[in-house]
């Protein structure tokens, strides 16, 4: 059974970085697509972007300045940076399987950004 | 980009009813690669419907997804109470991908 597990601060500082690891289990990194999405409070899902286990990327152009996806196939981990973080960054974080449609997700992590 | 509208924004109805949403892109969908989810409170997404019309692994065949081009809609046959929850539709047709902002289905 396929399982993704999302970790990182819960809280994150105005203008720091948020950097969040999806760990996955019962499945390779390195035979699908990986992808993170958030959701905002009140708001609707926001795809932010996705790696294949090559490091080859793709991005949401609204975020795509300050966002880096990273893979780490020897831990079978993938990563999520945000840059200069603001409060409208603040959501719940999902890491999933695939690249287009998202079969397996992780179960989520708040992070709030204040000061 | 892409903005789906859900509709309706919350749908009420009773165990046994049909349920039916919508979900309305600004431009069309290429080859219909639209997807739909279902998520209860706390839980992660599920995926339940994959190509407009694709049940995914394990779904039940109360679950059906229609339509093409711009108007997709999902349709719960027989309301279970474990089917009460937030419906979401996505488009994979063209970047960046993008969401509706969900239907809740609640109890009456």
């Known amino acids: 059974q396929v399982q993704l597990q999302e970790s990182g601060p819960g809280l994150v500082k105005p203008s720091e970085t948020l950097s969040l690891t999806c760990t996955v289990s019962g499945d390779s990194i390195s035979t699908s697509y990986w992808s993170w999405i958030r959701r905002p409070p009140g708001k609707g899902l926001e795809w932010i972007g996705y790696i294949y286990y090559t490091g080859s990327t793709n991005y949401n152009p609204s975020l795509k300045s300050r966002v880096t996806i990273s893979v780490d196939t020897s831990k079978n981990q993938f990563s999520l940076n945000l840059r200069s973080v603001t409060a409208a960054d603040t959501a719940v974080y999902y890491c999933?399987?695939?690249?287009?449609?998202?079969?397996?997700w992780g179960k989520g992590i708040t992070v709030t950004v204040s000061s | 980009e892409i903005v789906l509208t859900q509709s309706p924004g919350t749908l009420s109805l009773s165990p046994g009813e049909r349920a039916t949403l919508s979900c309305r892109a600004s431009q069309t969908v290429s080859s219909s690669y639209l997807v739909w989810y279902q998520q209860k409170p706390g839980q992660a997404p599920r995926l339940l419907i994959y190509g407009a019309s694709s049940r995914a692994t394990g779904i039940p065949d109360r679950f059906s997804g229609s339509g093409s081009g711009t108007d997709f809609t999902l349709t719960i046959d027989r309301l279970e109470p474990e089917d009460f929850a937030v419906y979401y539709c996505q488009q994979y047709g063209s970047l960046p991908y993008t969401f509706g902002q969900g239907t809740n289905l609640e109890i009456k």
């Open positions: 999933a399987r695939g690249g287009a449609y998202l079969d397996v």
